[in-house]
């Protein structure tokens, strides 16, 4: 596997032009995936996940205003002309949405959707581009693909929809795969075989992933890397083992002890209290500091906490470190 | 399919049947006397009966609409009380000069709206937008007539490039026909294409901000191709309900637009027929109008299911 990340993405900054004014959505965000790994981005609604990726690939609104540094395959792609973007996008970049029943076009073919990106960037004819499309709807175990090939998406339940979606990413073979949020729509028995397809093609293709969810249960079994997101900023970062074995920042230990846990019984679900930010209206200091169980340090209003590492390839944004086992004071 | 059309059309024979009873019971309603006016000065009571008895005004109304109905049926829809002509080709004769002119203004209309509508979605908040919206406000808002009489002193007065008004059959003489056709389509056209724009406008900025058109650009497809292919194929649905809406109403004729460009369609013939109380006529008028509307209907029925495999005709 080559060294150099697949995407690889520094000091991103969206800010979204809403009717209330700004919206900073995204405040400096650094992440990078390599090809074969898949690195989990974690959080609520509004915290930035799904706005930092879509940023990066050009695909904001046309109101944001994205600053930072972005590379795909080593090719820098803020300031890249929209043409030149698009085309790296298309080849290199598969995108699974989260609702599979919208973001299928509901009077085109599930053949056409998913022939027509590789019609137009690896110049199939149309024939050979509709072969290509039953072999995809094939790889992502849709039955007798050759003859569902004209169907509409409406003749598809949501599983089988969402099969569809990712074949529709895989269609130029892309070294990077989005998936943002793509179990969430879906029941769950579903979700088990959606995310077992994900895990099992990356392996056969070599694909990177990048997983966003808010689903931890999903990150424990899939990722390599996890980054945790709150009100804009990654909380906590590292190699999913160790952020799972040792939470660090205060969020990032109430998510985890906010899973339901089966073996608990019928105990009551513990929650984390109060609602996130709006990114209109961010606290100052760490975001979090409102709903913080801990709120260690008197500069947790004022400032925002550093980066700091707590083991290899392991970071976390706050002032407050817990006592780690080894007996190590933060 | 087949048997979809043939269900509708059955249905449509009912709503048929509906329009004649509600018409012929309406003009009875109606005040003045046909037998009077058809006689003016020329009035003498020994006329006057023998004249209703011949056109049967003398027989209880039930068994006037059932014999109207009866030949109706074998296309026979009566005589005209002024001209005595048989009321089925004097409607017939006025078809052409209507279908030419609504056909003309709905052309011109998609023509301008479609363009304007899907640009000023695309670039909505653009100052091309705010044109169209202003366009579309100053259409819907003038009355036509004014703008037909404006359109006439302009164009016909001061400048003398288009005639003033009249009609030439587009089988005699195209260009002559292409001339006269100008300023009437165009004027109701405006309305038309005003109605149009806004409507389109409003149905392309919904499906822009559609999951699929987010997927679409996520593939990395060309502007161009998002645009064509998947927003305006989605966009466009609606637009044809109401395009053919327009359309079955400009069928219906225009009738203050073509007597101001004496356009002898049926519009005009349908103000005609009421000034001159001929029932006969008017009946006529009306049941031919219905009958064009049930077909437009029908057709965007059966095209519907053409464009949103979502929806099956059975």
């Given at each position: 596997m080559s060294d150099c990340p697949v995407l690889d993405i520094k000091g991103l900054t969206v800010t979204l032009g809403t009717r209330r004014g700004p919206a900073r959505a995204v405040a400096g965000v650094d992440w990078s995936v390599r090809a074969g790994q898949t690195l989990a981005l974690v959080g609520e609604s509004g915290s930035g996940k799904s706005m930092s990726v879509l940023a990066a690939t050009g695909l904001?609104?046309?109101?944001a205003r994205v600053t930072g540094r972005v590379h795909l395959l080593g090719t820098e792609l803020t300031g890249l002309p929209e043409d030149r973007r698009r085309r790296m996008r298309g080849r290199h970049v598969g995108f699974v949405f989260q609702d599979p029943t919208t973001s299928l076009n509901p009077v085109l073919t599930v053949g056409r959707q998913v022939s027509e990106a590789a019609e137009e960037h690896l110049g199939m004819t149309r024939r050979a581009a509709r072969a290509r499309a039953v072999e995809l709807l094939d790889l992502v175990g849709i039955p007798s693909a050759a003859r569902r090939i004209d169907s509409y998406p409406h003749q598809f339940s949501g599983g089988m929809r969402q099969r569809v979606v990712i074949a529709m990413a895989l269609a130029c073979e892309p070294d990077l795969l989005i998936a943002d949020e793509p179990t969430t729509a879906l029941d769950v028995t579903t979700q088990a075989q959606i995310v077992e397809l994900v895990a099992d093609l990356q392996r056969r293709l070599g694909t990177a992933v990048v997983w966003i969810t808010h689903d931890l249960g999903v990150v424990a079994g899939t990722a390599d890397e996890v980054a945790v997101m709150y009100g804009g900023r990654i909380v906590e970062q590292g190699p999913v083992d160790a952020v799972f074995a040792h939470p660090s920042h205060p969020y990032t230990s109430a998510l985890l002890a906010a899973r339901p846990d089966p073996a608990a019984g019928g105990a009551d679900l513990i929650t984390i209290r109060g609602a996130p930010p709006s990114p209109l209206d961010l606290p100052a200091g760490c975001a979090f500091w409102p709903r913080c169980p801990v709120r260690a340090d008197a500069r947790c209003e004022h400032e925002v906490p550093p980066l700091v590492p707590v083991s290899a390839g392991h970071h976390v944004r706050t002032f407050y470190r817990h006592q780690r086992p080894t007996g190590e004071d933060g | 399919m087949g048997r979809f059309v043939i269900r509708r059309l059955l249905q449509s024979g009912v709503v048929l049947l509906g329009v004649t009873l509600v018409v012929f019971l309406l003009l009875q309603l109606v005040p003045g006397d046909p037998v009077r006016v058809a006689l003016g000065t020329r009035f003498d009571p020994q006329t006057y009966e023998a004249l209703r008895a011949r056109a049967g005004l003398d027989r209880p109304l039930v068994v006037q609409y059932l014999s109207y109905l009866g030949n109706a049926l074998t296309g026979d829809l009566g005589v005209s009380?002024?001209?005595?002509?048989p009321v089925t080709s004097i409607v017939l004769e006025r078809l052409p000069a209507t279908l030419s002119l609504a056909a003309t203004a709905v052309a011109f209309a998609v023509l301008v709206a479609f363009p304007l509508g899907v640009l000023s979605a695309m670039r909505s908040g653009s100052l091309l937008d705010h044109a169209a919206r202003v366009f579309s406000q100053f259409g819907v808002s003038v009355p036509d007539f004014w703008m037909g009489i404006m359109g006439i002193l302009l164009f016909?007065?001061?400048?003398?490039?288009?005639?003033?008004s009249g009609y030439v059959p587009i089988t005699e003489d195209p260009a002559r026909w292409a001339s006269h056709v100008v300023l009437p389509a165009v004027t109701v056209g405006l309305v038309t294409a005003s109605i149009l724009t806004r409507f389109i406008r409003s149905s392309v900025l919904e499906v822009l901000s559609e999951d699929y058109v987010r997927t679409a650009e996520a593939k990395g497809l060309r502007a161009r191709v998002v645009i064509m292919r998947h927003v305006l194929r989605n966009a466009l649905i609606p637009v044809v309900t109401v395009v053919a809406v327009q359309l079955a109403s400009l069928l219906g004729g225009v009738i203050v637009i073509e007597v101001l460009f004496a356009w002898p369609g049926v519009g005009r013939l349908t103000y005609d027929a009421v000034q001159a109380r001929d029932y006969p006529v008017l009946q006529g008028a009306v049941l031919l109008v219905a009958a064009l509307f049930l077909l437009t209907n029908l057709l965007v029925d059966v095209l519907y299911a053409r464009l949103d495999p979502r929806i099956s005709v059975r």
């Open positions: 904001a609104p046309r109101s | 009380f002024r001209s005595g002509r016909a007065g001061v400048l003398g490039w288009l005639p003033p």
